[in-house]
Antibody, heavy 120, light 106 residues
Framework: QVQLVQSGAEMKKPGALVKVSCKAS????????ITWVRQAPGQGFEWMGW????????KYAQKFQDRVTMTTDTPSTTAYMELRSLRFDDTAVYYC?????????????WGQGTLVTVSS | DIQMTQSPSSLSASVGDSITITCRSS??????LNWYQQKPGKAPKLLIF???SLQSGVPSRFSGSGSGTEFTLTISSLQPEDFATYYC????????FGVGTKVEIK
């Protein structure tokens, strides 16, 4: 079955960077893109961007354009999201999600989430 | 950005009730609208895609309708496991989510 398993919780200081991994299994990795979404405590969801596991194409939300990098590694079937220059308001649960079709925006399978806490 | 507005923000209902949640977009999105269910501490689960298509494995008591700017999610005959928060999401231009509707037990 399709499974996305994310890396564990992180605690970071302001200005640091965090890199979250998302290990995919149970499907052909290169046939689907990976989207990253975050959810601040008690809040709704915020789309951060998308990366294609097929051709490496990426699209980032304008808000994160200069701070985020999303990559995929086919041999290890793992996607990564790196967020730099962390701020207090980056504290959130970060989710990876598989796109039903590459860049479709339909998120049919999700990772369990990674809590990133930014604290001094 | 396309803004998504859900109503109500919360509702109380009993097992066996039928409920409807409404989602409106700030511009026309055709049928590029999906619905998700989220339970506390868990990742969201896709219920409905393309406004009205039932995701594989999702019970048929869930249904979606609408196009353009107004959409609905209906749950007929609520079950105990349906008490959760529901989010709409547009994928017409990038992705944005509604703020959620919490369905609680009356």
């Amino acid at each position: 079955q399709v499974q996305l398993v994310q890396s564990g919780a992180e605690m970071k200081k302001p200005g640091a960077l965090v890199k979250v991994s998302c290990k995919a299994s149970g499907y052909t990795f290169t046939a689907h893109g990976i989207t990253w979404v975050r959810q601040a405590p008690g809040q709704g969801f915020e789309w951060m961007g998308w990366s294609s596991a097929y051709n490496g194409n990426r699209k980032y939300a304008q808000k994160f354009q200069d701070r985020v990098t999303m990559t995929t590694d086919t041999p290890s079937t793992t996607a990564y999201m790196e967020l730099r220059s962390l701020r207090f308001d980056d504290t959130a649960v970060y989710y990876c999600a598989r796109e039903a079709e590459d860049s479709s925006g339909i998120l049919d399978s999700w990772g369990q989430g990674t809590l990133v806490t930014v604290s001094s | 950005d396309i803004q998504m507005t859900q109503s109500p923000s919360s509702l109380s209902a009993s097992v066996g009730d039928s409920i409807t949640i409404t989602c409106r977009s700030s511009q026309s999105i055709s049928t590029f609208l999906n619905w998700y269910q989220q339970k506390p501490g868990k990742a969201p689960k896709l219920l409905i895609f393309a406004a009205s298509s039932l995701q594989s494995g999702v019970p048929s008591r869930f249904s979606g309708s609408g196009s353009g700017t107004e959409f609905t999610l209906t749950i007929s005959s609520l079950q105990p496991e349906d008490f959760a928060t529901y989010y709409c999401q547009q994928n017409y231009v990038t992705i944005t989510f509604g703020v959620g509707t919490k369905v609680e037990i009356k």
